[in-house]
């Protein structure tokens, strides 16, 4: 998956971040993967528009995040 997008989050936040990957996944009945590195968490979807959608999730949070 080439849709990525890093993270910088722990805890519940992450915890929370998933939730909404998955969300966003299943309502555009895609895949979505996570992967743990040094920079952060790595969440890859298989569209641009699912990674749009994360990002605005990550904006409206406050959570800091980069493109992978």
Known sequence: ???CVIVRAHGKQLDHLREEASRI???SK???SIE???QGAHFCFENTE???AF????KSFA?????A
């Open 25 to 27: 996944a299943r309502a």
């Open 63 to 67: 959570i800091p995040h980069r493109d």
């Open 50 to 52: 699912a990674k749009t």
């Open 30 to 32: 895609i895949d979505w």
């Open 36 to 38: 743990r590195g040094d």
């Open 1 to 3: 998956m080439t849709d």
């Open 55 to 58: 990002i605005t999730i990550c």
